[in-house]
């Protein structure tokens, strides 16, 4: 039976995992699919000085991908260049040829995915991005097919495994954010422009993509309220587990009656729900269906191997479809077509808030908050102080009672301009997911 | 665009929990797919006297399934009657009727999958059986397409609900097995004849199943090695909190060397793993790849809803592969084809262990342990006894470093012939899952 032809493009960590299990698994995959799926054509700018898995000696070598997206044996291209630039010029190509496409692209997915599966249905070709969201878990395959019956109600995501490596340290050696990037940067765990990670913007793409899957909506990822991990203390996982809470990073995409509340930002977790159990760079995501109740998966969030297997997992599905005709079979997007969404302002967003204060000692300050706080309706749950510290060197906690995010930015507004702050408040949510 | 057409046989549980999905996602169901799944027919022994989601007139209800299954205006049927009769009558009714077929039958299809399945490729028609375990959990859609890329090395789940609630209730209340199983009755929990779930025959047919997709072979469930929970007290879980575990019913399917290591048991796992926070009724499964590394899925393991989502979700694929022509695109198992694979007997796996022993007390009752153990060229870890009772009431416990299950059933058969034993011993290996 013939086999389907593979061009790859792009040979770095990603795309040298995605080749060596190309090859090393190979018979296990054609025993999966009843055919073999071999690679045709490699290209990377260094194609030709790189160590590459033994390929036949009929493979293409190239450092010029348009030899690949418009290569008469190749059936379908892996895009693992990763950007916004020449990558969306070699999906487009291999549109133009005709050839499935299979990315890894998280960014350029999440700006223009949609435009692009459009072109895909229209050139009746296949598109698949598995890889583009939290690689080592396949749960762009469980959005698309696997509850597909179900209607998403809310998820909730740990996405970036920079982020979590960087909180679970801060947690578990009570060391600065600061100290442990740099030991991150070091070990190669974080990027040397680390902004991409710590200030939320990786996770917000990739929640873009998990909320057009879960609710069918194409969603701009600027649209997304998005706060990073750098003002995460040492003392605030001490407070929040006094609360029986920690902190992670968490994506949210939540259903309200009014349209879809979108946020990125550090949130505190019950302790004893399985999400707070993600440590490190794992990744995880939490469903809640309207029918299907709570799922929850979890795994690698990258990696050369990780994401590798999404790559190759895609490639095999493409290829079937290939095989059987049928590109336009399953939306990338688990939807026939998304629909224009604005989500809601966070500001209408509901919780239960952590709010962290540093001051100048003196009289009467938790009367004069409360009063604030009071003011804006909002009420107070817990005050909190760990002993034996004066309250210059450490803040103090106080905890609010279910209430919006515009009371809650009212009131900081309010409190910031106090003379005794040292520091304007940190507010976080209390999110009560599984 | 032609609907695709879907006949319900059983209405149940999960028969209804299906019907109300497929009435109330309806829009969101024709969105995904880009046309609708309408009912056509649906089938019980009282389905005049049923409540039933308002469908229209022109749905066939019967209590004959042979309409159903013949009836030209149906395109896929979902069989949601159970067990190993008649279930298998309309399965093959329907395969001869050339109907794709959707089941949540986890007994029939664990026992004679591989075979309906070669009559499906026959008859080219779709066999889909989401539902057959963990309701809740997408996990056959994850193994058969979202990870299919990798090669799974060892896959562990917690595969019976009721069983996980009983260990949990024990756990939390101290309660003895009985007790909360009867509980479990009352409430509707735990089946009137608990012996499929509570001795593990339940998760061994899922296991089978679970580990044919993993690994690519045909696994009788007979052949796995099966132990239930009876003899698991609320003692065994404060040791296995003094060793910084916990206990549950793991069934667990792992590659060696020789061959594939198969068993349902209860088992000691660490308390800081993902696993061990699978609490209640909930199913988990954790997937080792050669790849990807570890992966995590948890959710609901029953219920007519979340069951009904993998029905609905189910119906949602095989409609697609009816409209592309393309039945036999994917296995339900995986692989296009199972090997016949005898599992390799329990005896020959190795892990650490944890015995416990009741006993009249006496002098030199460790000694003797010791030296049986030793003779089995056993080493002790650790020996445990909580603090303040006498031995007759409260066991003991000792651990051992990792060894063979021969090697500790010859010394449990030895040490039963002690005099001083007031019953067998009872031994659960101690796993070292994600």
Known sequence: MRSVRVGIIGLGNVGSGTLSILTENAEQIAGKLGFRLSVRAVCSRSVHSKELPQLSTDVLKT??????????????????????????????????????????????????????????????????????????????????????GDRVRALYGILNGTCNYILTEIEKRGASFDEVLAEAQRLGYAEADPGMDVDGFDASSKLALLAALAFGHRITPSDIYTEGIRRVTAVDFRYAHQLGHTIRLIGAARETSDGLLLSVRPSLIPQDTILAGVRGSYNAVWVSGHFGGDTFYYGRGAGPHPTGVAIVSDLMRVAREIRCGSPERVSPFAHQRLGDHKPIPVERSHSAYYLRFRVEDGPGIIAKLAGVLSDQKISLDAVLQLPQQNWRDLPFVITVEPTSEQSIRDAIAEISKLHFLLEPPVAMPMEKPL
Chains 1, 2 share one sequence.
């Open 63 to 148: 450092s010029d991908w348009r030899e690949v997206v418009s290569h008469p044996e190749v059936d379908v291209v892996a895009e693992l260049v990763g950007g916004t630039g020449v990558a969306r010029e070699i999906i487009d190509g291999a549109i133009a040829h005709r050839k499935s496409v299979v990315t890894a692209n998280k960014e350029l997915m999440a700006q223009c995915g949609a435009e692009i599966w459009d072109r895909a249905i229209k050139a009746r070709i296949n598109l698949a991005m598995e890889a583009s969201v939290a690689g080592g878990i396949p749960i762009h395959a469980v959005l698309r097919e696997g509850i597909s």
